[in-house]
């Protein structure tokens, strides 16, 4: 799971994240998707996390997660992004 949100990732952060800070657009919402099971957010944490571990360099800007549709966004959906997003992130460094 995640493998387009790993290429985005990647493709994007090498070609612009030294110069600009980058946002990788997430899903937060799965009703209505033709791929529930691949586009949600969840899926999208871990396949930008395997998309910028691949980065043979990490970007001199910041790379963060836009996530859409904050108002379709539950709970336990902004409970999951701090744990897996934003204390990882904190993890790293």
């Known amino acids: 799971m995640g493998r387009h949100f790993a290429w985005q ?22 009703e209505g998707q033709p791929f529930p099971w691949a586009e949600n957010l969840r899926s999208a944490i871990r396949g930008t996390r395997r998309g910028l571990d691949r980065l043979d360099h990490q970007p001199s800007h910041p790379v963060g997660l836009a996530i859409y549709a904050d108002w379709t966004t539950t709970p336990k959906e902004w409970a999951l992004y701090q744990a897996v997003w934003v ?3 904190g993890e790293r460094r």
């Open 9 to 30: 990732a990647e493709h994007v952060t090498e070609l612009v994240g030294d110069q600009v800070t980058v946002f990788i657009g997430v899903p937060a919402y799965a």
């Open 87 to 89: 204390h990882a992130a």
